[in-house]
């Protein structure tokens, strides 16, 4: 069907482009470079992204998207614990592709306005993803605690990208953990305290 030919050729393109953030840097996207990495012409590149900008923000929605689908999917499920959402998120703020692509929009937002607008609505788009991965969770977070988690992982993995070695990815699954503990903490169902009263 064309519906779904369109969405492969839009992942192959984004995936293409996250291969060549992790390998070679934010310099390398460039649409010709996509272009050959994922094996199509540059026309077919720009009619899905007509601009570097255009680009830029698919790649933050599909690079969190997958992260935070995955984590919800997990939840959704009761395989996700805790310990496991800490886990699987230090791995994702070591992998220095998402963190090239949020560098890349925070620069080019200083000169484009709709830019400025869309890290606006992603930010805003993330902190209620990780509130409903939190209530999967069993946690009751209030938008302090979700802003705090989130802006540790984002100093997290900007920190991996500056310092790029064995200890920055370990502080990547160190602050994860710590993160979660500290802002996610127990599992507090707001009826935990009647329920005890009743049978007091």
Do not use: W
Request: glycine content about 8%.
């Amino acid at each position: 069907m064309p519906a779904d030919g369109s969405q492969d050729m839009r992942l192959r393109i984004l995936d293409a482009a996250l291969g060549l953030l992790a390998g070679q840097g934010f310099m390398e996207v460039t649409q010709p470079k996509i272009a050959k990495a994922a094996g199509v012409r540059q026309s077919h590149l720009t009619y899905y992204f007509p601009t570097r900008s255009e680009l830029l923000k698919a790649l933050a929605v599909h690079s969190i998207e997958s992260m935070l689908g995955s984590l919800a999917a997990g939840a959704s499920t009761g395989k996700l614990t805790p310990a496991l959402f800490a886990q699987l998120s230090g791995e994702a703020l070591a992998d220095k592709r998402r963190a090239r692509v949020m560098l890349g929009l925070i620069v080019s937002s200083e000169e484009d306005r709709e830019i400025k607008q869309f890290m606006r609505d992603f930010v805003a788009r993330v902190r209620v993803t990780l509130t409903g991965v939190a209530r999967l969770l069993g946690r009751e977070p209030d938008a302090k605690s979700i802003a705090a988690l989130h802006m540790l992982f984002i100093g997290a993995t900007v920190l991996n990208v500056a310092r790029d070695d064995a200890n920055s990815r370990r502080e990547c699954a160190e602050i994860a953990r710590l993160a979660v503990e500290t802002f996610l903490p127990g599992t507090p169902p707001a009826t935990e305290p009647k329920a005890r009263r009743r049978k007091s």
